[in-house]
Structures are given as structure tokens and as C-alpha cells.
Nanobody, 121 residues
Framework: QVQLVESGGGLVQAGGSLRLSCTAS????????MGWFRQAPGKEREFVAA????????YYADSVKGRFTISRNNAKNTAYLQMNSLKPEDTAVYYC??????????????WGQGTQVTVSS
């Protein structure tokens, strides 16, 4: 069993930056692939970024490529999402997810509770 806790959300102006953190509990958490998803009001949850357990492979949604960077620190069981050049359309609840399987854009076993990111224009 893995539990995920996100932090780092908040209110930022367009063009600003935020860094989200996701800390995982569990002995083998550092061997899990991690992902970030988001859900805006009235919309379906969508994939944002993912990283393999070694950190050597990353996937990004086209909408965030070049602006967001996913990384991880396995010693701290923590994954990060650095978000730069934020736009109002990035406003959403951001969720962290983990899977014991290979890095994926859509197959995750564990989810965090979410953290709100609001970008004002």
C-alpha cells in the first residue's frame, strides 16, 4: 500500500511559477513510477506528466511540454512538478499518482487527495 500527499499548490499570477511536491509512504515507494494529473472544473481529469522510478524517463502532455518539469528524489520518496510560465488554463486540482508498473500516461494504482492550483490573468 502506498499513500501519497501533495503540497505546493496555491494562487499565482499568469507567467509565474509553482512547484508541487508529492511525498509517498511505503517501503517500496521509491520503486514506483509517478505521475501528475489535473482536473479543471467541469472537465475530465487529464494527464500532465510522468516519471519512471529511476527518473530516467519522463512523459509530458503537449499542453505543458517546455513549461513543466517532473523530477523525483528517491531518497526522500518525493516527486516534484515544477511549473513555469503558468497560464490561466493551467488552473485545476492537481493529483499525484503512483504505479508499481512501468511509466504510464493512464494506468495508476494509487492517488493523492489533490492540491489546488489557481492562475489569475
Amino acid at each position: 500500500q502506498v499513500q501519497l500527499v501533495e503540497s505546493g499548490g496555491g494562487l499565482v499570477q499568469a507567467g509565474g511559477s509553482l512547484r508541487l511536491s508529492c511525498t509517498a509512504s511505503g517501503r517500496t515507494a521509491s520503486t514506483y513510477a509517478m505521475g501528475w494529473f489535473r482536473q479543471a472544473p467541469g472537465k475530465e481529469r487529464e494527464f500532465v506528466a510522468a516519471i519512471s522510478w529511476t527518473g530516467g524517463t519522463q512523459y509530458y502532455a503537449d499542453s505543458v511540454k517546455g513549461r513543466f518539469t517532473i523530477s523525483r528524489n528517491n531518497a526522500k520518496n518525493t516527486a516534484y512538478l515544477q511549473m513555469n510560465s503558468l497560464k490561466p488554463e493551467d488552473t485545476a486540482v492537481y493529483y499525484c499518482a503512483a504505479t508499481a508498473s512501468a511509466i504510464s500516461r493512464d494506468r495508476y494504482d494509487y492517488w493523492g487527495q489533490g492540491t489546488q492550483v489557481t492562475v489569475s490573468s
